[in-house]
């Protein structure tokens, strides 16, 4: 993998602004014109908007192969920096957005099953789960951000690949070989201390994450949810964004795929909240796809004496999710 960035932060950084401000454009819209009204989300809406961010996350990549092919093809200067002609330079980013994206649609199943856990836990209706989601993504942009922007300096150096690779490896190992004990809310210490600042209803009062109750505030259980929301997504985007690192050094790419990723989760749980016990080995294809990644940050390219190519690592990690997919299909798991 070249160490030449293509799209360095000082000079598209007109770019981070205007992505971000339309990815906001697109929640206020969701928020303030779709889901206006709290409602349960139906199977028929969550396919439709599953469709929706799919279909804008593949125009985006079409869009960046465009651009990439044009800025090679006038720009001589950046094609001697990298050693690609523009044809294999668009066909390169397109394909690590690609894979970035599906590395992290992957890694959502995990976020799916500790949704369902916790709006069970807090009693948070299906009324509500969707105002609830829509601000932990907010959350989740934010963190995202800050985690790749720490990435993008620390892989600069190759000690901190070499680490980053072996934590994959060692995360990807305890997803196969770990208990499958459901998470705990109640012992979540942030939200415990949340408890100690704000007292908190039992009850849930309509939308609203505060309630002021005989001249007190209150926090409702809809708040205690979406503080453990933003808690799970600080534990996946410490294996998700290294993942994508993996992948390309090109903090763009890996800032990009990640957010259409995440503006996708929201109606990927509604489709598959009710069925997520069934992909049972998924977990496992997971966890074989982070030590795949980490393997390539550490010693497949050395072992194999260049760096596999793109197409190859699409097709690995997609393969070892289809046979995920296919095994939970055909076989039960063990436990119900």
Sequence with gaps: MTQTIIFPFIDYWWFYLAFTFFVMLLLVIDLGVFHRHAHAVSIKESVTW????????????????????????????????????????ASKVALEFLTGFVIEKSLAVDNIFVFVVLFQFFGVPAIYQHRVLFFGILGALVFRGIFIALGAYLLKFHWALTIVGVFLIYTGVKMIFGSDDEPDPGANPFIKWVKRVFPVTTEIHGQSFFKRLNGALYATPLFLGLVFIECSDIVFAIDSVPAIFGITREPLIVYTSNIFAILGLRALYFLLAGVVDKFHYVKYAVGLILIFVGSKMTWLTHLMGKELSMAWSLGIIGAFLAGGVLMSVVSKPERE
């Design 50 to 89: 599953s469709v929706v961010w799919v279909s804008l996350a593949l125009l985006f990549d079409a869009a960046l192969y465009a651009y990439t092919n044009y800025r090679f093809s006038v720009d001589p200067t950046i094609v001697a920096a990298t050693g690609m002609d523009a044809a294999t330079a």
